[in-house]
């Protein structure tokens, strides 16, 4: 493991040792891919090529899964609750594994679904995700967000069906554990989009769901003639996205792998910090300040992706909110003639990361070291458009 300093940004290079969970190869993720085909909200997003960012940025091709449009929620946090919820009912009722959207719209199933409540703490996306499907489903739910979350989060998550969206005053990993809390008092059902010891089932749903992204952004490249991109970035919270994203990557393009680079606020980088750590297990920290990058504003990761990122990463960046902000920037006001993307604190921090790594004197270097020349493809998630819509704006506006 080696650590450079430079251009504002902390960054680790690792060498890829590891196999993919077998949670996370094709068989296994194809629950949820027939799940979500079933559900009549689906539709794949739109994977946007950028030709204009890639010669501006010296490479062969940028290509950016745009998020926004899921199921109407602006963020792709959907795909995971939807797909725990459903396997979580058909647990409780006897029904298949292989549970479609249309198994649990029969009256005997919504009648015993409409018993069942349940609970999650988010930075956002994810309690509206659950609060969205619950609602799709006949269920209840119950969402906590951290101290410091913007009042319009909260709200969007009331209007997707929350029976309850309270921001304590917790940090977010308090807030998880007053939730797990709410869930054995009053025994309703925990949809965490993270992992413990003991606490397990849940988040392998939460990140088989975000694998069909994975997948279509994957199928989409393949239509563009793209065999394999050679570099994926991926933004890091807890590490669940980023994990189950890699993971199925990591498998479909196992005989020709890309460099998988993972992106954190400089605040609280828990990957990167376990990554640097060198012992091989999961490091907690503390925020040092606040981020704009909410989604991310996680001190505990993942456990149960936590391998996958520690193993398969070639890459880890602590980067400060001037990174994400001048990607939301580059992919909302775009040039050489692009398509616009809105994206959110959360969802542009690695296009602004790419474009330091591509274009800063004293990054540049590094970025050769990753590989990011002229025959680089690489691609980008953009998790959430804008979710709050004034500090967008506000962005957007500022140089």
């Known amino acids: 493991m080696t650590e450079y300093r430079a251009g504002g940004l902390r960054a680790l290079e690792h060498i890829p040792r590891g196999e993919v969970p077998p949670f996370l ?208 970035f991926l933004q890091a919270g807890v590490g669940a996205m980023a994990g189950g994203v890699l993971g199925c990557l990591a498998d479909r393009y196992r005989q020709n792998p890309p460099v998988f680079a993972v992106a954190e606020p400089e605040s609280i980088p828990c990957v990167y910090a376990s990554a640097l750590a060198g012992d091989g297990r999961p490091h907690p920290v503390r925020p040092r300040g606040q981020t704009i990058m909410a989604g991310l504003n996680c001190g505990e990761p993942c456990t149960l992706t936590w391998p996958v990122l520690r193993d398969l990463a070639g890459w880890y960046f602590a980067c400060p909110d001037a990174v994400a902000e001048e990607g939301m920037r580059l992919l909302g006001r775009p040039t050489g003639g692009d398509r616009p993307v809105v994206s959110g604190e959360s969802g542009g921090v690695t296009a602004g990361l790419l474009a330091r790594l591509t274009t800063w004197p004293d990054l540049v270097a590094l970025g050769q070291r990753m590989g990011l020349t002229e025959g680089a493809v690489i691609l980008l998630f953009s998790t959430e458009g804008d979710t709050d819509p004034a500090h967008y704006r506000q962005v957007l506006a500022s140089d």
């Open 25 to 232: 190869r094709a068989p296994a993720t194809q629950g949820a891919w027939t799940f979500h085909h079933t559900m009549p909200a689906y539709a794949p997003t739109p994977l946007v090529s950028l030709p204009g960012l890639a010669a501006r940025l010296g490479v062969r091709g940028v290509y950016v899964k745009d998020e926004s449009p899921r199921f109407g929620l602006n963020a792709f946090k959907g795909l995971g609750g939807s797909y725990a919820l459903a396997r979580t009912i058909a647990q409780k009722l006897g029904l298949p594994e292989t549970v479609t959207f249309q198994d649990l719209q029969q009256p005997v199933v919504r009648a015993k679904a409409a018993e069942m409540v349940f609970v999650t703490t988010t930075d956002g996306n994810h309690g509206r995700g659950v609060a969205w499907a619950a609602r799709e489903l006949g269920s209840t739910a119950h969402v906590y967000l951290p101290a410091g979350s913007a009042p319009v989060r909260a709200q969007a998550i009331r209007e997707a069906g929350a029976a309850e969206a309270r921001i304590l005053e917790l940090d977010y990993d308090d807030a998880v554990r007053y939730a797990a809390r709410m869930a054995e008092e009053k025994g309703w059902h925990l949809i965490q989009d993270t992992s413990w010891p003991g606490y397990e089932d849940v988040p392998a749903w939460i990140v088989q769901g975000y694998a069909t992204m994975a997948r279509e952004a994957a199928e989409q490249l393949a239509a563009a003639g793209i065999d394999c991109p050679t570099h994926v």
